[in-house]
């Protein structure tokens, strides 16, 4: 992602428009994300699983635009940013950098980053975590995890950057921060009570919709990270983003085929997100032909990341946030270093590119761990992380939200009433 810093300069049309609706795309995802997460879970704990999702589009605008912005695009050094946008001040009258962005565009596009980042951690807490507690995380991690790591990353003389590791929409920024972090804070929190792990999604086309809804708006994650559309790097972004998925689908759908028997409608979703996670780093630095490779090689490798990690009992990675989205992150920052145009090692025969991305890899891994591992402990201090445990077994949604997920049949209604009718007449 171009990381250009704020300066005068003129509006072009197409990247504004083009940058706006990614911004749109990538918005609506997390609301897919909240689909996704929330067909996985018990039927009793899908409204909460995905107000996880929906309470992050509240929480994380309003860190973003406070502070986090400007902690993480201000130019300050190679650790964090300043207070010279903080509120969105001076925004709203001047271009970002070379590439003709009103600076309130650019903005409020990175916005929507932070804002599923964020809301990717719950995979590794629903069913368990309080609602409250979760709300305090978001706001906390979003600022002080999220924000340092996209200076480093994308940030004006972020370290990592500067290295010259490559990350083109998120693979460290976005996926590596919030499995690892999820899986931590998952940890800290502890598993979840009376589940049985080989039970399946409560509503797969609700898994279906979600993963659908993601890999549309992934066309703007990625897509949108190019900043325009004059150079070809965008249409590219896209191409990949979309041959990627599809083969990482098609691959996991194979997986299943030789090893359980019967391809499944949850692992086409699941293996489409793999290999959207797997894309993001490198959707603008490698050819159509190579995104291929890119997607056969992610499958199996988060599958059986998934497969390993459910095998563990004390870490509950519930809905595979880490599985998927760290492993992905990594698998992606490797793969980008392998296959990326001029500087890979398929093209260059050198392994400089693969040693930088690996190194930018741990590092958002060891800043993600250490970061949250200190947040959730230090909250463990002052509130309780957990629901009760007669809540945890009958359900989250009516305890903390007083709703429940249920289709109730108006014909089951009527002949109910005139069950009951029938009885009152035969009483008297």
Known sequence: MANPALTEGAVSAGAVAWVLTSTALVFLMTAGLGFFYGGLVRDTNIINTMMMSVVSMGIVTITWVVFGFSWAFGDNGPV???????????????????????????????????IIASAIISGSLV???RFSAYAVLLT?????????????????GGWIAE???LDFAGGTVVHISSGVSGYVAGGIVGPRRHV???????????????????????LGFNGGSALGVSDGVAARAV???LIAAASSMLSWLVIERVIQGKPSSVGAAVGAVAGLVCITPAAGFVTPGWSIAVGV??????????????????????????GLHGMGGIAGAILTGIFAVDDGLVYSGSFTLLGKQIAGALAGVAFSAAGTAVIVLAMRLFMKLRVPEDQEF??????????????????????SAEHTESSEASDA
């Open 80 to 114: 964090i940013g300043n207070f010279d946008y903080a509120l969105f001040m001076d925004l709203d009258m001047k271009m970002w950098g070379d590439s003709g962005l009103p600076g309130l565009a650019f903005a409020s596009f990175q916005m929507t980053f932070a």
């Open 127 to 129: 069913e368990r975590m």
């Open 140 to 156: 906390l991690w979003s600022l002080l995890i999220y924000a340092p790591l996209c200076h480093w990353v994308w940030g004006p």
């Open 163 to 165: 290295m010259g590791a």
């Open 196 to 218: 049985e792990k080989q039970l399946g999604p409560a509503n797969a086309p609700f898994v279906i919709l979600g993963a659908s809804l993601l890999w549309f708006g992934w």
């Open 239 to 241: 191409a990949t983003t």
């Open 297 to 322: 090689l992610g499958a199996p490798w988060c599958y059986m990341s998934v497969a390993l990690l459910n095998k563990m009992t004390y870490v509950d990675d519930t809905l595979d946030a880490f």
């Open 394 to 415: 009958s359900g989250v949604d009516e305890h903390t939200h007083g709703e429940t997920f249920a289709i109730r049949s108006p014909f089951k209604q009527n002949t």
